[in-house]
């Protein structure tokens, strides 16, 4: 966050943004540790869950009140991968994925670059590509769940990216999010060692939650102040 961001009057709950940074940041630690357990799962929900508050408290709008409910599914998602099992989490995130879209896709932006339009047709059919080709040695299951919920993924991104948020911010950190699951992926199917994607899978899935939360907030936030 940016003096100018602090400076601006639109963060109701600054401590609970530095909390969610620091729940999210510190549970790489236990990522590389490769720590199990209740609190370990709390501790894994944490960052999202606390960044999810944040936006509830900035919330000043029903797009404000959206962004807060993609956080908190996310959150969700975070706890029952470990807890309960991939499905239940994974149907939490597509859940959260499904209100960015239409966040999203409430907020497009009125012009677009040819670029950009580019790059948002071209990146759900790519990503289905990657996801099936990091996948396919798999089983046929692990593959199918993995073409289609990339796909929901790849569409949260190709909307964020098209839509009137920062999209150095929203944009990238939706970028990223799909980047992370496609590294999950990865490790799933074989293509790369599961030492490797330790090492990149939670930094760009948090990060990219925070880049999200973020640019959305703020802009959303701003827009209300008198």
């Known amino acids: ?28 630690a236990a990522v590389y540790m490769r720590l199990d357990g209740p609190a370990i799962w709390a501790w894994k929900a ?10 509830g408290a900035n919330a000043r709008s029903a797009d404000g009140k959206l962004i807060a409910e993609v956080l908190a599914f996310g959150a969700l998602g975070d706890w029952l991968l470990d807890a309960v099992g991939m499905l239940a989490g994974a149907a939490a995130f597509a859940t959260g994925h499904l209100i960015a879209i239409i966040l999203y896709l409430r907020n497009r932006r009125p012009r677009l670059t040819a670029s950009q339009k580019l790059l948002a047709w071209v990146l759900v059919p790519l990503a289905l590509i990657i996801a099936w080709g990091l996948t396919r040695g798999a089983e046929v299951a692990l593959m199918g769940a993995a073409v289609a919920y990339t796909g929901g993924v790849a569409i949260m991104a190709a909307t964020a990216w098209t839509s009137r948020f920062p999209r150095y911010r929203t944009g990238i950190g939706a970028m990223m999010f799909l980047v992370s699951d496609l590294f999950i992926f990865a490790g ?13 899978v939670w930094p760009l899935y948090f990060g990219g939650q925070a880049l999200i ?12 102040l008198p």
Request: proline share 0%.
């Open 213 to 224: 939360a973020w640019g959305v907030v703020s802009m959303l936030a701003r827009e209300k």
């Open 1 to 28: 966050m940016t003096e100018e961001d602090v400076s601006g009057g639109w963060d109701r709950a600054r401590w609970l943004w530095a909390a969610a940074l620091v729940g999210g940041i510190s549970y790489f």
């Open 46 to 55: 944490s960052g999202v869950g606390l960044l999810a508050i944040w936006a």
């Open 188 to 200: 799933q199917g074989g293509a790369l060692s599961k030492d490797v994607t330790l090492w990149l």
